[in-house]
């Protein structure tokens, strides 16, 4: 019985992403979006938001991009990039984030980390409608964890064929006692207790070093991505710690991955210029120890001055990145 539920809720999932239509999207010019109605869950309705746009030229190749924690897509550049080099580009906003938050959901709130793999699975699901045969799938932070995961045991993971990972949240930015001892029992509290919410402990120095109106070139809309993360609950603890217990123990993902990463990171508790080039929220060290666990195919690539998002990071240094991914990009196709 559970199978046929499973089973029917993917083929519900799959006829509301071809019923749907495109409209134009808040970044305008060639940018478009489709708002998906899932299946509800405890907190209501849900929804994920599609947001796509397409090459001049159709060549069968697209990118679906997942974004990390905190945030949402407005990376036009990013988009560009690859509608530039013949990729259809799509991306998702997740459920409960940007686009597809709801007035009565909590920011950013799961229990688990597969309750993003059926926004996924719609967004390919339009992708193969699109009439695409390579996907590219991306992930930053958080979506580098969850789309490592969705690669590994998603339902439409054969359809992926390369995996990009920038700065991935492989494990938590803490001293060894709190990522051991402390973590795992906040993780058991969030089984029993979800709801209870707790401080992110993170500053607003991240998102000063990305906004225009601080010291970044990036405008975004700061009530989907705050300047300073919105707190976190004990259910959202418990989803990422088990997602990354799995992770760490290994994946079998089998096509080819580009982890990419900053060359350093750094601690901060007031603005310096030092922040605009390196990662202040991961620890790059982590990335580099977990990276080889997670498919047969792995190459690590280390960004020179690179922020945690590599592709807001200062000019030249997203140059390197656009330049290293499409290189490796011709040599897995």
Not at 111 to 140: M, P, Q, V, W
Not at 194 to 217: D, F, K, M, Q, R
């Amino acid at each position: 019985m559970k199978r046929i539920i499973i089973l029917l809720s993917i083929i519900l999932i799959c006829l509301s992403a071809f019923a749907q239509t495109f409209k134009p999207d808040i970044l305008g010019g060639k940018f478009e979006q489709a708002t998906i109605v899932m299946p509800d869950d405890y907190e209501g309705n849900v929804v994920c938001t599609v947001i796509r746009s397409k090459a001049n030229r159709h060549t069968g190749k697209a990118a679906l991009y997942i974004h990390g924690f905190n945030d949402y897509f407005f990376q036009r550049e990013l988009a560009e990039q690859f509608t530039g080099n013949g990729y259809n580009f799509y991306a998702v906003d997740l459920r409960k984030y940007g686009r597809s938050l709801l007035p009565h959901q909590n920011k950013c709130n799961i229990r688990k980390i597969e309750e993003y793999y059926a926004d996924i699975d719609t967004a390919i699901s339009i992708i193969l409608k699109d009439r695409n045969n390579f996907i590219i799938l991306c992930g930053h932070s958080t979506g580098g964890l969850t789309t490592s995961l969705y690669a590994s045991e998603g339902s439409k993971r054969n359809t992926i064929n390369a995996l990009w990972l920038n700065s991935p949240f492989f494990d938590m930015n803490m001293n060894f006692i709190l990522k051991r001892v402390g973590v795992p029992f906040f993780s058991v509290i969030g089984s029993l207790k979800p709801g209870i919410s707790v401080a992110t402990g993170n500053s607003e120095l991240y998102g000063e070093s990305l906004h225009v109106n601080y010291h970044g070139e990036w405008d975004y809309n700061l009530k989907w991505k705050l300047l300073k993360s919105p707190k976190m609950n004990f259910g959202w603890i418990h989803a990422i710690y088990q997602a990354q217990h799995r992770l760490r123990k290994g994946l079998k993902i089998i096509c080819p991955i580009l982890v990419m990463h900053s060359d350093k990171s750094i601690k901060a508790d007031k603005w310096n210029d030092n922040i605009k080039h390196a990662d202040i929220v991961l620890d790059i060290k982590d990335i580099i120890k977990h990276a080889p666990k997670i498919g047969k195919h792995v190459t690590i690539q280390s960004i020179e001055n690179g922020k945690h998002d590599l592709t807001l990071s200062e000019k030249d240094v997203r140059k390197n990145v656009y330049y290293n991914l499409f290189k490796w990009l011709k040599n897995v196709i």
